[in-house]
């Protein structure tokens, strides 16, 4: 079993649609990240948390620390959003910095 | 300010080469990591290097990688005598770790084809 699990691994959507993509994990961690991955490869941080909940503009960020889940929601989506959405943790026993990747959710945003 | 930049964007070589991966991080980041991403797989860390400490070299997958860090910044991934499975794209990130800040921005990555 992968030690951050991502759900789902692709997800379709009309624009407009709220999007939740949802990442669990099995170690202890310091701190969760949530990254964008564009067609062009180019990967973007969206969010680090270790507590409660992020928001920047139209993307909201959850993480439930005894529950080792965390959310990332997308509030009216556009097809500029489609991308690929990875879930990482830097992990205690790891050291903080080193990151576990989850595989990655490919959303797909049409007009 | 500039980004983390990587060079070069694109490499092929041919199986049994050598190759040098560069990686010029943001200006005063502390913390630079290797990240690798083979087709159709998702990331996976190689080595990182923090202000002086040893690097941690962990995620290397055989002694034919190698990394050093010159003078605490830019940063070059060796990989000797490459073989096929080697291809990938290649990810550089680096941080400025401050207290519990230590979000990590990304290069543009190298892809690299080993035929």
């Known amino acids: 079993k992968n030690e951050v699990e991502q759900s789902p691994q692709n997800l379709t959507a009309q624009e407009g649609e709220f999007i939740t993509i949802n990442c669990s994990y099995s170690?202890?961690?310091?701190?969760l990240h949530w990254l964008q991955q564009h067609p062009g490869g180019g990967i973007v941080s969206l969010f680090m948390?270790?507590?409660g909940k992020k928001k920047h503009g139209r993307l909201i960020a959850t993480i439930n620390i005894q529950e080792k889940h965390s959310s990332l929601h997308i509030t009216a989506s556009h097809p500029r959003d489609s991308a690929v959405y990875i879930c990482?943790?830097?992990?205690?026993?790891?050291?903080?910095?080193?990151?576990?990747f989850g595989q990655g959710t490919r959303l797909t945003i049409n007009p | 300010g500039a980004g983390v930049s990587q060079s070069p964007s694109n490499k092929v070589t041919e199986k049994g080469k050598d190759v040098e991966l560069r990686c010029d991080p943001i200006?005063?980041?502390?913390?630079l990591y290797w990240y690798r991403q083979s087709l159709g797989q998702g990331l996976e860390f190689l080595i990182y290097?923090?202000?002086?400490?040893?690097?941690?070299k962990s995620g290397l997958p055989s002694d034919r990688f190698s990394a050093e860090r010159t003078g605490g910044s830019v940063s070059t991934l060796t990989i000797q005598r490459t073989q096929q499975e080697d291809s990938a794209v290649y990810l550089c990130?680096?941080?400025?770790?401050?207290?519990?800040?230590?979000?990590?921005?990304f290069g543009p990555g190298t892809r690299l084809t080993v035929t």
């Open positions: 200006s005063g980041h502390t913390a």
């Open positions: 170690v202890g961690i310091s701190a």
């Open positions: 948390l270790s507590s």
């Open positions: 290097f923090q202000g002086n400490s040893a690097p941690d």
């Open positions: 990482a943790v830097g992990g205690r026993r790891q050291g903080a910095q080193k990151l576990v």
């Open positions: 990130a680096s941080s400025l770790i401050t207290g519990e800040r230590y979000e990590q921005y």
